[in-house]
């Protein structure tokens, strides 16, 4: 059987038996996931009925090229093809007509000094101290070491002392300390050195052996020395930090990266497709690690009544946050990561015991202090759709274990809740957050368009304002109206603005940028200008400042010139991004006429990292990043690294005419991104409701959504104006899911359906490749210029004339402040 492309894993051939009778005895799959999906029985003219329609088991065994396979024992075994020989001949039965060694190979010789085994394929002994053991989880093997190795000194240079042994026959016999001679065939397995041994081919040994020690040292980056360390126990030293925790919820995995920082996204820092770029990725894959379970299920299909490693609400993995190695752990190699094991299966039951690593914890109850008169926030509400699934027909859902539906998957128009219990559970996180988020005004994205569904445009909308008010206990709250005039076709999500009528107050209507061309596959931009309100509540109408929310086209999907992703880390739609951004652009400018005001600033999701094409359009313009200037944090984390797609922009304009001749940026106070959602482990999302045993659910602003709130403050209290010198310090922290098995955004892409945000189909980790090149202008949609392309991470060239397009006014020779550059990594 080789149907099934749904199996997980690369897999061969399978096997099956039936008895006389036609009874299927057992089907099992070479290769694959052990505990993951494996392939099914499809009907053929040689296939027995009770094959059709079962499902194999993948075994996980595989065989490299030259060697056949055979159950021998209880155990795939391979080996050198052995044609018309069964097992016991001319070699007894440890193997396929092959002859037991008489002399002991050490470890090391198996290992040899390269990346993969010099002697595969080849029948060996050898002898070592168990290390770490596997019974349960899918591993079914140990790790052994030779005795007495390890600690500072290293007899074999370049070659490991441990090795992995493949033995489901055996592993449950066995026990950490036990000496034991091993006999069996070496293979490498996903990149990783094994034996695999039979029952046959154990003998525990009562001789003393001299205890292995852990290899205490700062983990290397360099291939090299981690490969002379593969299978040796380690009790790693020096800095760590945690870069990712998407897989935990999925694989029981945290992606670590040694040294201080998280893994930045290349196009964040530098421009798409440049040297800098490029080294920076470089430097990425070599700072990568795993922090495994010991363990290969996959927590939302097999073991869902197994409580989650590493997931807690009481002491929380973030990303971002030191870890540090409390216990030695094992150097594995499996999917192309290097691997910390734990030396047994760890899980939420037994972490107190087993697990070998702490966190430090980086919570914070409230954004950092910005300062100002008033402050502007974006705030992504993960889909909140308040008509649900189950008020529509054709609707399908991810389920709980249990079975009940918690979010939309596809099927039907909604997005979000499946039902008012799971609704009331998004609220209450997303409630939360804004009511400590605290902004003046705040930009939304990810709202229902009530419109689609027969109602006012604003049902969804008032209905958050009404929870939020309720929380508050006040009438804190208000909303912007929709105008008058709208775009004829809209998608079911789109942008809206918040405010506090206490702090601001609305000067004249809001507008939506209806611009059918650049925006018909995203959502279209909605302005509304403010004042701020005195101690007396008196509107300051000079210093009234626009604030337009957006939400980009994402990096997901694309069509026609430019939008394909060419590889340069830029996605999807890039040409779109950037037609957008130059709409959005003369949009500002005449949001900026129209008040008659300096104070433009833009908000929201561009679904761009920061150096990325659509960006420079900005830069171009005269705007500045606002956070990127302000602070080292980042809103959005990505297959393992960090970046921004949401920002505020802030026109910076030397001509400008402003109070007390500041622009926006000038009048900036403080900024800061509050790490409550995309740093936060994607278990606690109210999407995974049930999903586990564990009761991770909790109503806090903890993974309310997947991008984080940028929140910036506005105009010092005595004179209305401020410089950067007032602005926040730079903060410590960073951090960057299509809807997948595990139903999470891919990239920033929420245009589609599925329970963590809508995205493009995946794989069952979420992941999804979104990369692009674009240094210079091409089809691509690039601009052409180097602006904000260099240190400091934004910014225009401060000898570039500038003008900004369609209504901005004309600037002159650009001065941009010196700011600190956010560290690479």
């Known amino acids: ?86 097992p016991g001949d001319d070699g007894g039965d440890d193997g396929p007509g092959t002859p037991v060694p008489e002399d002991v190979t050490p470890i090391a010789a198996i290992q040899g000094p390269g990346d993969e085994s010099p002697m595969q394929g080849e029948t060996v002994k050898t002898r070592g101290v168990v290390t770490a053991s596997y019974p349960s989880g899918g591993l079914n093997g140990y790790y052994v070491q030779t005795p007495g190795t390890g600690g500072a000194e290293d007899e074999t240079p370049g070659a490991s002392d441990g090795v992995f042994v493949y033995s489901p026959g055996t592993v449950a016999d066995i026990s950490i300390g036990d000496h034991l001679e091993l006999t069996g065939v070496v293979s490498e397995h996903y990149g990783q050195t094994q034996i695999s041994v039979s029952t046959a081919g154990v003998t525990s040994l009562d001789e003393a052996a001299e205890a292995v020690k852990p290899v205490e040292d700062v983990f290397p980056d360099d291939a090299a020395a981690r490969e002379a360390l593969e299978g040796m126990l380690l009790q790693p030293g020096g800095e760590l930090t945690v870069a990712d925790n998407y897989s935990t919820n999925t694989y029981g995995e945290v992606v670590l990266a040694t040294g201080d920082g998280t893994l930045s996204q290349p196009t964040d820092v530098a421009r798409p497709g440049s040297a800098e770029a490029g080294a920076l990725e470089a430097e990425n894959l070599r700072r990568e690690v795993v922090l495994d379970d010991g363990a290969s299920v996959n927590y939302l299909e097999n073991d869902k009544d197994v409580p989650l490693p590493y997931v807690s609400n009481d002491a929380p993995v973030r990303v971002g946050a030191q870890a540090s190695i409390t216990s030695p752990v094992v150097l594995g190699f499996d999917h192309e990561k290097w691997r910390f094991q734990p030396t047994t299966r760890l899980t ?36 909140y759709f308040t008509t649900t699934g189950d008020q529509l027909s054709g609707c399908s859902y991810y389920d709980d274990r249990d079975g009940n539906p918690i979010t939309v998957r596809s099927g039907c128009q909604a997005r979000g809740a499946a039902n008012a219990e799971s609704l009331e559970r998004q609220e209450a996180k997303i409630v939360t957050a804004i009511n400590k988020l605290d902004a003046s005004v705040v930009s939304l994205m990810e709202i229902e368009n009530s419109s689609v569904f027969g109602e006012d445009r604003d049902a969804a909308l008032g209905t958050l304002v009404k929870r939020l008010n309720g929380a508050a206990g006040t009438q804190k709250w208000d909303f912007v109206s929709s105008p008058a005039e709208v775009p004829a076709e809209e998608d079911v999500i789109r942008t809206a603005l918040i405010y506090q009528p206490a702090e601001v107050a609305p000067q004249g209507d809001s507008t939506i940028l209806d611009d059918q061309d650049a925006f018909s596959n995203a959502r279209e931009p909605l302005s509304q200008a403010f004042a701020p309100k005195d101690e007396s509540g008196e509107a300051e109408a000079d210093k009234t400042f626009v604030t337009i929310s957006n939400h980009f086209k994402s990096k997901g999907s694309g069509d026609g010139p430019g939008n394909v992703d060419n590889g340069d880390g830029q996605g999807n739609s890039n040409a779109d991004r950037v037609k957008q951004a130059k709409s959005l652009v003369e949009f500002a400018g005449e949001q900026q006429k129209t008040a008659d005001s300096d104070f433009v600033y833009m908000l929201g999701d561009f679904n761009s990292y920061t150096q990325e094409d659509p960006m420079q359009v900005f830069y171009e313009a005269g705007f500045k990043d606002v956070a990127s200037e302000k602070t080292d944090k980042s809103t959005y ?29 000038d009048a900036i106070t403080g900024a800061d991104i509050w790490n409550i959602n995309s740093v ?45 010198a007032s602005g926040s310090d730079d903060a410590a922290g960073s951090n960057d899911a299509g809807a997948s098995a595990d139903g999470s955004d891919s990239s920033g892409d929420s245009d589609g359906a599925g329970a963590g945000g809508g995205g493009t189909a995946a794989s069952a980790d979420g992941a999804s490749s979104a990369s692009s090149d674009g240094g210079t202008a091409s089809s691509n949609g690039g601009t052409g210029s180097d602006a904000g392309g260099h240190l400091p991470r934004t910014g225009a060239d401060p000898t570039l004339i500038m003008t900004i397009a369609a209504g901005l006014i004309a600037l002159g020779a650009a001065t941009v402040l010196v700011v600190r550059r956010r560290r690479l990594g």
């Open 1 to 86: 059987m080789k149907s099934g492309s749904a199996a997980d894993g690369s897999y061969g051939s399978s096997a099956y038996l039936v008895d006389d009778e036609g009874a299927l005895l057992g089907f099992e799959q070479i290769g694959g996931v052990t505990g993951g999906r494996g392939v099914m029985g499809s009907s053929g003219a040689f296939t027995p009925e009770a094959v059709v329609g079962e499902e194999a088991a993948p075994t996980g065994a595989t065989a490299s090229g030259g060697q056949s396979i055979q159950l021998v024992d209880g155990v795939w075994t391979a080996a050198p093809a052995t044609p018309d020989a069964l």
């Open 348 to 383: 939420g039951d037994n972490a107190e015991a087993i697990q070998p690593a702490s966190f430090s914890d980086t919570r914070t109850e409230a954004p950092e202090d910005i300062g100002g008169q008033v402050s502007l926030a974006s705030f992504n509400v993960l889909n």
């Open 637 to 665: 984390v990505y297959q393992s690294r960090t970046g921004s797609l949401d920002h505020v922009l802030a026109l910076d304009d030397s001509a400008s005419n402003g109070v007390d001749g500041a622009s926006a940026f």
């Open 680 to 724: 936060e482990a994607l278990a606690l999302e109210y999407s995974r409701f049930n999903y586990n045993v564990s009761d991770l659910y909790a109503p806090d602003q903890f993974r309310a959504s997947d991008h984080d709130p940028v929140v910036v403050g506005l105009f010092e209290p005595e004179d209305g104006g401020s410089d950067e």
